[in-house]
């Protein structure tokens, strides 16, 4: 006779203890599982291990039902829990699930991981780096993309901090060679005018982009202000106003040529030398401002 299965006690194939077989004469067949009180005989506990196969042979789970009763309450047990643990659930989306359902299942998942991102962009706290200057502006567009996207508060910061590391130090790179670049130009230049001579490069180098450049008069009024004509080989002075040595080589050359013969030191065809007003006003007409005060 086949086993009866132990989660279906109540078929009609099921012997209790006491039951008749088919003709009334009580002596019946097969194996009895479940006493005259519902509980299991020795009979069950021993076929149990056949009834649940040979995947289920170190199953305890069934230890401590000792009945119809147990074994109902049991089944009833294991219902709600396999409910409860399916309230809440997103289904994981795949192809073809719609933008809806996509968004349902990130959201649910990042709230589950603690992940969730902030209500608005303003949400972000970005700490400042070590030795890196604040950028409000910088900050703002990145907490836009980061909310646009749905990053994560965590997440975002740590980004924000390693793109701001990362900025920084190619800054740095870029200003090593910008540095390079500047002293090889400013060696050059002090090679063609060496020693003394590179303040007379310089200042014909400020008039001639005084009297000749297309910058406007508030430029030029910052150029007067840096000091370039009292101090025009101070090279630090042109960097900060953006001009390279090869610039201040290039304006140099147009102020000579456009002087002809006649150089910053007051030199002519016929030697002899003019005073610094005297050049001034021979080679800048109309630009009493460049006039050196009497």
């Known amino acids: 006779m086949k086993p009866i299965h132990p989660l279906w006690p109540i078929s009609p194939c099921a012997r209790f203890e006491g039951d008749g077989d088919s003709d009334g004469d009580g002596g019946g067949g097969g194996i009895a599982l479940v006493d005259a009180e519902g509980n299991f005989t020795d009979a069950y506990r021993t076929n149990l291990p056949t009834y649940l196969g040979d995947s289920h042979t170190d199953y305890k789970g069934l230890d401590d039902v000792k009945g119809i009763a147990g074994l109902a309450k049991f089944a009833a047990d294991n219902h709600v829990a396999a409910r409860a643990k399916l309230d809440g659930h997103v289904k994981i989306p795949g192809e073809g699930s719609t933008d809806e359902e996509k968004t349902e299942f990130r959201t649910k998942a990042l709230t589950a991981l603690g992940m969730v991102p902030p209500e608005s962009p303003e949400g972000y706290e970005f700490a400042q780096q ?28 740590t980004l924000a901090g390693e793109l701001t590391k990362a900025s920084h130090e190619s800054q740095q790179a870029a200003q090593v060679l910008a540095d390079q670049a500047f002293d090889a130009e400013a060696n050059k230049l002090k090679a063609e005018c060496p020693g003394s001579d590179l303040a007379v490069c310089g200042r014909e ?21 840096a000091g370039l004509y009292d101090h025009p080989d101070d090279l630090s002075k042109w960097r900060e106003l953006g001009i390279a040595p090869n610039n201040l080589r290039m304006w140099r050359e147009i102020g000579t040529l456009t002087k002809g013969s006649r150089n910053e030191r007051g030199e002519g065809h016929g030697g002899g030398t003019d005073s610094p007003l005297a050049r001034a006003k021979r080679d800048y007409p109309n630009s009493p401002e460049l006039w050196p005060k009497e």
Request: net charge negative; charged share 30%; hydrophobic share 45%.
């Open 130 to 157: 070590e030795g890196v200057e604040a950028d409000a502006t910088t900050d703002a567009k990145l907490k836009g993309i980061f909310h646009a996207a749905g990053v994560p508060k965590a997440m975002a910061e």
């Open 205 to 225: 180098a400020f008039n001639a982009i005084m009297a000749m450049s297309s910058l406007d008069d508030a430029t030029k009024e910052e150029i007067k202000k």
